[in-house]
């Protein structure tokens, strides 16, 4: 029986997004093991802040790529984004939403879950 992958309420993960299709296997879902060098952890929220963010540090996550299976974002997308990434944006005050269901457990390793839980999608439509 295949382990059952965690998000970072210790629950099973749920998919981040199959339209556009995410994730390091791109299977919908923020999973990752030892081959995901970039930790594609955080299930974000594109906005075209931090889209623009990206495209100034190098990563356009714009334009389609399609010889990567890569569509192109925009905002509003739900995307796994690596966690150094979301950090650097955090730092630079443009980090995007975030679906904490949809966040590996390992984002934990990175971040405190308090720091995610303001940045968190779910608390925002509370708000």
């Given amino acids: 029986m295949p382990e059952?992958?965690?998000?970072v309420f210790?629950?099973?993960?749920?998919?981040?997004?199959?339209?556009p299709l995410t994730?390091?296997?791109?299977?919908?879902?923020?999973?990752?093991?030892?081959?995901?060098?970039g930790l594609h952890l955080?299930?974000?929220v594109m906005s075209?802040?931090?889209l623009e963010f990206s495209y100034q540090r190098g990563n356009d996550l714009i334009t389609p790529r399609p010889e990567y299976r890569f569509p192109g974002l925009k905002a509003g997308d739900q995307?796994?984004?690596?966690?150094?990434?979301?950090?650097e944006a955090l730092a630079n005050g443009c980090a995007p939403l975030l679906k904490l269901e949809s966040t590996?457990?390992?984002?934990?390793?990175?971040?405190?879950?308090?720091?995610l839980k303001l940045?968190?999608?779910?608390?925002q439509s509370e708000l």
């Fill in 23 to 37: 994730g390091f296997f791109r299977d919908g879902c923020c999973k990752t093991n030892e081959e995901d060098v």
């Fill in 119 to 123: 940045f968190s999608i779910e608390n």
């Fill in 48 to 50: 075209d802040e931090f």
């Fill in 10 to 19: 210790g629950q099973p993960l749920v998919p981040c997004s199959f339209d």
């Fill in 4 to 7: 059952i992958v965690r998000n």
């Fill in 42 to 44: 955080v299930c974000a």
């Fill in 79 to 87: 995307w796994c984004l690596c966690i150094t990434r979301w950090q």
């Fill in 104 to 115: 590996h457990l390992n984002a934990l390793h990175h971040v405190d879950l308090d720091t």
